[in-house]
């Protein structure tokens, strides 16, 4: 089985700017796509930034400009550095990867959800 681990959440006035770390655990192979998504009070979960394991982005528009994905496959982590933080950016903010993990010899695709961080932006 594979944990996927978030951190660097928490409170930013507006304008300010937050980390946060995703970090995979498990008997892993390899990794190909990560990424964050949110979820805001009373509103469905949104896709915000993914990555490929050939490095290949994609970003919601309201986070381009201002958000950036990146990741260390050496440590099996993914970042997302928010830049230029706004209200309505406020969320639990989630991870997500599809990860090849290996069971007592078999390998395993399977995607995976870290339990979210919060992110609270106050104007």
């Known amino acids: 089985q594979v944990q996927l681990v978030e951190s660097g959440g928490g409170l930013v006035q507006a304008g300010g700017s937050l980390r946060l770390s995703c970090a995979a655990a498990?008997?892993?192979?390899?990794?190909?796509?990560m990424g964050w998504y949110r979820r805001a009070p009373g509103k469905q979960r949104e896709l915000v930034a993914v990555?490929?394991?050939?490095?290949?982005?994609n970003y919601a528009d309201s986070v381009k400009g201002r958000f950036t994905i990146s990741r260390d496959d050496a440590l099996n982590t993914v970042y997302l550095q928010m830049n230029s933080l706004r209200p309505e950016d406020t969320a639990v903010y989630y991870c997500?990867?599809?990860?090849?993990?290996?069971?007592?010899?078999?390998?395993?695709?399977?995607?995976?959800w870290g339990n979210g961080t919060l992110v609270t932006v106050s104007s």
């Open positions: 997500n990867a599809d990860v090849t993990d290996v069971r007592r010899g078999v390998h395993y695709a399977m995607n995976y």
């Open positions: 498990g008997t892993i192979f390899s990794i190909y796509r």
């Open positions: 990555i490929t394991g050939t490095r290949n982005t």
